[in-house]
């Protein structure tokens, strides 16, 4: 469609005016085109842009929230949230409080004169959304069914299949030919029905690996299980997909914890590649990283001698990630010097033993009663820690059972059996009767 001369006009005069002439030429194209000043400014901006585009800014793209400042406001948020997931306070309030208790800035500062300006509140929720912590993501519902396997043997899919071309005879596979097995005959089918030739496909569903299964009779429950056994036995020869190893997880649980924006890689290598650059980045900006592992005992041994690589991680001559193991006495069998298995390991680490409580029985007890806010001889009457500490110590042979979890396991069954009886206190009789 042309463009009104009058509009073109009027375009190039408004982009050659100063500052406070504008509003005049518009009012006078609306009248000499007699329409509102709003339709005459939509007209005009379509000839506008085209004629000059809009500058972009020069801090687009830059947030002025960091991610510290966004992770603090989506606490507050969450904290005030029901227990039915709604009524969180408001981000305008949310953002107040922050400021109000120092908790964040959210603002930018002028070099030249240092005045402060505070963000406004569509860039706090742009920053959200930027770190992925804004409270509609935080709460997105999980998907009823996942589309993806982490990794495989996660998920298999079988299917059967019943072979149109051979079935099995005492004397080897016969043909099926078109002449005699066609739908017209249906007794030659059942002829056959416990000589026909199934076939079983089971596919990994994360690495699109498939194993092949052959059944004679049909599909059943029982030629099902067998495909499933077939399946999962490894054959001699055969490669097949391995599942994830914890080495792999651990290294993506580092880096959701250290960068969790950042998408993990694919390969070995590349991945601690990654997980090298990430500690070393976040070292540099001040934070430490030790890594927990609890029920370290059921870790296999290349898994503790893979530790050993995170252990050397470096930033020059400064470690970047410390290993903490917490396991059961399985654990020091495990890594016992006498294991050549992981010597290298041993010697880059320290083993401390708990000792057993013992004689500190008494204290201990007290400092976890401390804790609880009530005094340890309003539960325990006199002679229950005694008894407490001879139930778990063994009559005969080596060893002992006074270890913080068999303590509270055994006080808490004796104060629940108090409880049933209607004894004001723990004694030793509870405490044997348990």
Known sequence: MPVDSRIEAAAAELLA????????????LAAQLDVSVPTAYRRLNK??????????????????????????????????????????LPLEEVIGMARANGLINAGRVDTSTGEFTPVGVSAVRRALRHYH???????????????????????WQIDASVSRQFYLADDGAHVMPKAEFYR????????ITDRRLWRYVVTDHASAHFDLFYVQGAESAINLL???????????GATRPARRSRRGAIAESIMAAVSPLAKTKSSPEARFRQLHEALRDSSRAGHSHVLVIEEAHSLPLATLKHLKRFRELKDGLRPLLSVILLGQSELATKLSE???????????????????????????????F???????????????????????TPARGTGTLLYPLAVH???AAAMNRAADLGVPQVNADVIGGV
């Not at 010597?343 to 004689?359: F, S």
């Open 338 to 368: 006498h294991n050549p298995e992981v010597r290298e390991v041993v010697q880059r680490i320290e083993v401390i033993v708990l000792p057993a409580l013992d004689t500190d029985l008494d204290a201990y007890l007290a400092h976890r």
């Open 133 to 155: 912590v804004h409270p509609s993501q935080l709460n997105a519902p999980t998907p009823a069914t996942s589309l993806s396997s982490p990794h495989p043997n996660w998920c």
């Open 184 to 191: 017209g005959k249906p007794q030659n089918f059942e002829r």
């Open 226 to 236: 067998a495909s499933l056994i077939h399946a999962m036995t490894q054959q001699p």
């Open 370 to 392: 401390k804790r609880a806010g009530t005094p340890v001889d309003q539960v325990l009457a006199k002679g229950a820690t005694d008894a407490l500490r001879a139930k778990l």
């Open 47 to 88: 000839v506008v842009a085209s004629l000059r585009p809009r500058k972009r800014r020069s801090d687009a793209g830059q947030l002025t929230v960091t991610r510290d400042e966004a992770l603090h406001i989506a606490a507050l948020t969450e904290e005030t949230r029901r227990l039915t997931g709604t009524g969180t």
């Open 409 to 411: 396991n055994a006080l």
């Open 17 to 28: 005016s100063p500052h406070g002439r504008k509003g005049a030429i518009v009012a006078a």
